[in-house]
């Protein structure tokens, strides 16, 4: 998965809008090497491709484990100042999610 994971990563420099968010949503299926490589989607130009990106580290609502998730905390936050609201919600939720998935493995 890892190999394939760099391949999708490469994706982030298509010039399709749509080629770059079903790259996401691969990487969002891939564990930690999705993850990592999902990070290079966090800043693109495309606020529906960051939006989606932010998503792949919200573990209640992707396929993506928190464990693999939680490393990432600090660019996901970093997505609570971006210029789209919908990043921006993305990212509150998925900081939620982060939280809500230690907390319940707490208990």
Do not use: I
Not at 6 to 16: H, R, V, Y
Not at 60 to 89: G, M, N
């Amino acid at each position: 998965a890892e190999s394939q994971a760099k391949e999708l990563q490469a994706l982030s420099g298509d010039q399709n809008k749509g080629v770059r968010q079903a790259a996401v949503a691969a990487l969002a299926k891939m564990g930690s090497a999705g993850a990592e490589a999902a990070c290079s989607f966090l800043e693109d130009q495309d606020p529906a491709v960051r939006q989606s990106a932010v998503r792949v580290y919200s573990p209640l609502h992707s396929k993506l484990k928190a464990s693999f998730a939680k490393p990432y905390t600090a660019l996901v936050a970093q997505r609570l100042l971006d210029e789209d609201w919908r990043v921006r919600l993305a990212a509150v939720v998925a900081l939620g999610d982060l939280d809500a998935s230690s907390s319940a493995a707490e208990l």
